[in-house]
């Protein structure tokens, strides 16, 4: 069944191709998608797992197989998110008639290339849908973006085809060393990596998908790329995927966990400038979409904070918030940015303009507009009640789960302490872009503005509703990631095989860790 979330996209691609309406066929197959989605992930919910995934035989030599199923509760969150933002998105923005193929055909093939990469549970389909969803984000900054798109484009290509080769040599080198390319929970459970291979492997894919994630300092591409694209195309890619890369790094941390581990202090140190030095460069600009780009890319540090928990506990059961941190955080980021990029979109298209010095008092001429950017820019910055806010705290509690207060603190509770002057700057920037759009009198490109139609509010009324339910009952989601007692017990064995290198002061011991849930 889980193919069909793939499917509905590429046979809707195929209807227009043949000629079918492409705004009609993107609508309906987006909406089917998340029908089909919400359906998946109750069914799992509720025990019926056995007869959701497929797996065909590709290749015999070497063995390749197109196996999709919900790996865990990771990969059913990461398929709600996708679903979720990928309907939203088909019913955002607008174009020229003589572009509508290739936008609605871009926005489709993203789509199920998003799913099949969270789905897949074999290496090289995981990597391949991730190219396929890569390659219209290049046509469509290209051929439908503004501004020095043909430069911004090059850019982009350049830095995530650098980043794909990494990534490429560092599965290419994991699957030689584990000797399997199945990602499933049933080969991870037998899979070993040697201890000398590690470190190598480790830092492949903390390079090649950190480039994909934007960690610095290989993030410049992604903020004018983002205000370039298409607004269905910034929604999907900031707020799905991106998540990509974090996903990975998560789903093969278990494999190489000792080789993580020998990079923590580095992994740190970059996603310090992920949240300070890029969180400053968001406070300098001037434009509504520059300023969202480079938040989304300052917001991927805190994820990259949970996961260097993670890295320093070496375990899941060691740390049982850190993983669950980074999983709600990122479904949350992904709705939220989604949200303004798509408002973003509608202010300009009412005023003609975004930027900052130009907008002024369209509180007044819309005020369902404002009100819902409102509530994305609260979401963004953390506000208590909204899905973000959940999963920055379980994030800091995160990063010092372990450590004793009669200890000095460590890597990882040092970057917890300076992350937080990054609400500080969040919450800067955001009142500063609602203040300079919203309050004051109106301005010229305010002056003759409407507010939203039923139409373009409905995305962006269910982006707020899917804040709002998380936010207040985070374990709809949470309940998806109890952790299985068998990865308790294959945790404990690896410890007790390849017992850890010292750590720095402070970090979270190694420790059994009976009830995941606690």
């Known amino acids: 069944m889980t193919l069909a979330l793939i499917l509905l996209p590429l046979f809707a691609v195929i209807a227009i191709l043949m000629g079918a309406n492409p705004r009609a066929a993107a609508r309906n197959a987006t909406g089917m998608m998340l029908f089909a989605g919400l359906g998946l992930a109750a069914l799992w919910a509720l025990g019926t797992r056995t007869f ?6 590709v290749l015999s030599k070497p063995e390749i197989h197109l196996a999709l199923n919900f790996f865990d509760g990771m990969s059913v969150i990461m398929m709600l998110l996708s679903v979720i933002v990928a309907y939203a998105a088909a019913r955002t923005g607008d174009c020229e008639d003589r572009h509508a193929k290739l936008w609605n055909i871009s926005l489709l093939l993203i789509a199920a290339g998003a799913v099949g990469a969270f789905l897949s549970t074999d290496l090289f389909f995981f990597y391949a849908f991730h190219e396929l969803a890569l390659i219209p984000t290049f046509l469509t900054i290209g051929i439908l973006g503004r501004g020095d ?10 830095y995530l085809a650098f980043g794909s080769i990494i990534l490429l040599a560092g599965l290419l080198w994991l699957i030689a060393a584990s000797g399997t390319p199945d990602l499933s929970f049933e080969s991870l459970l037998k899979c070993t990596v040697p201890v000398a291979a590690q470190r190598g492997i480790a830092l492949f894919l903390l390079i090649g998908f950190g480039t994909l994630v934007s960690l610095f300092p290989f993030h410049s591409w992604a903020a004018p790329a983002y205000a370039s694209a298409p607004a269905p195309i910034s929604m999907l890619h900031a707020g799905v995927l991106k998540k990509f890369g974090l996903y990975g790094l998560l789903r093969l941390h278990p494999l190489v966990p000792i080789g993580m581990a020998s990079w923590l202090e580095l992994i740190i140190v970059l996603l310090l400038g992920n949240i300070l030095w890029v969180g400053f460069v968001t406070i300098n600009q001037k434009r509504l979409d520059s300023m969202l780009g480079n938040s989304s890319v300052m917001h991927m540090g805190y994820i990259f904070l949970a996961i260097a928990a993670l890295i320093a506990a070496q375990s899941e059961s060691a740390n049982p918030i850190a993983k669950p941190a980074a999983i709600l955080l990122m479904f949350g980021h992904g709705v939220t940015i989604a949200m303004l990029f798509g408002l973003a979109d509608r202010i300009e298209r009412l005023t003609g303009t975004l930027e900052l010095r130009d907008l002024g008092g369209l509180a007044k001429q819309a005020p369902k507009l404002a009100f819902l950017f409102g509530l994305a820019a609260m979401a963004s910055i953390g506000l208590p009640g909204l899905a973000n806010f959940a999963g920055e705290v379980m994030v800091f509690i995160a990063g010092f789960k372990g450590w004793e207060p009669d200890t000095p603190p460590g890597w990882v509770q040092i970057a917890t302490i300076l992350s937080l002057w990054g609400l500080v700057i969040s919450a800067v920037y955001m009142l500063r872009a609602f203040r300079h759009i919203f309050q004051g009198p109106t301005v010229e490109f305010t002056r003759n503005a409407s ?14 509703a899917v804040l709002l339910i998380v936010g207040l009952f985070p374990n709809i989601l949470l309940q998806f990631l109890e952790q299985p007692e068998a990865v308790v017990a294959r945790e404990q064995a690896h410890i007790t095989q390849h017992p850890r290198p010292p750590q720095p002061a402070g970090s979270a011991p190694v420790q059994p860790h009976p009830s995941p849930s606690q």
Not at 52 to 57: C, K, N, R, T
Not at 149 to 158: L, N
Not at 451 to 464: K, T
């Open 52 to 57: 959701l995934g497929v797996d065909f035989l």
């Open 149 to 158: 798109r043909k430069e911004i484009a090059w850019k982009v290509t350049i």
């Open 451 to 464: 507010d939203l139609s039923a139409r373009d509010r409905s995305p962006a009324v269910l982006l707020a």
